[in-house]
């Protein structure tokens, strides 16, 4: 029986999504942050909730895809994960860069567009956790699933806040984005595998196509 009842496969997912966190407290303190510590760490911990935030938006998908239901038992992990980089993104940028100075991290947020969508990404993502307990689900009822759904809403925008963080135009392709044009393709993917319509589509595919395997397993041996 593994601690904390969890599963072999949220063990294994939990351990890799807390490694760049040692990784980074690692480097913090033997001081190998680069020679701009604040800009790294922001970089580090903005690029973990990225693919943390993409691997969270994929577990659907991939159960739809493979019937695998171990994967939906990591998606509320991941996703909180994600949302604890973020959250320490933000620290470092308004306790670190700015040392809580709020004037200047207002007028920040309203002069840079991309600090504007990553903050409004925030919000939505804060939202998602504090609401991702099975008390909300009840509380909320059918409004709980409408809401989760923002969650693609809050990839799109990280999206954003990625490409304009580095001077990247995704729509003249422009600048330097490749991580957020990849990042923004595989969202919309995954965004598209979750319109109800083409989930039953690839469901009902898997079914069919895992009927002829169950029918031979079930054939008595003549051996």
Sequence with gaps: MLP???SRLQLIAYTIA?????????????????VNPIQEATKRTGDFAFILLILTLACTPIYSLTGYRGVQKIRRGLGLFAFGYAMLHFFI???IDYWFDWEQIFNSVLEKRYILVGSTA?????????????????????NWKFLHRLVYLAGLLVVLH???AVKGDLFTLQGD???????GIIVV???????????????KLRQRY??????????PSIL
């Design 4 to 6: 904390f009842s969890l």
């Design 122 to 142: 925030l919000i939505i993502l804060t939202l998602l956790a504090v609401t991702s307990f099975r008390w909300w689900m009840v509380k909320l009822g059918k």
């Design 177 to 183: 984005i490749w991580k957020p044009f990849v990042g």
């Design 162 to 164: 990625v490409a304009w």
């Design 93 to 95: 940028y308004i306790g």
């Design 189 to 203: 993917l995954l965004l598209i595998l979750r319109i109800p319509i083409i989930r039953r589509g690839i469901s």
């Design 210 to 219: 895992s009927q002829p395997s169950q029918s031979k397993s079930k054939m």
């Design 18 to 34: 807390t490694i760049p966190l040692v990784v980074l407290l690692i480097d913090f303190l033997t001081g190998n942050l680069t």
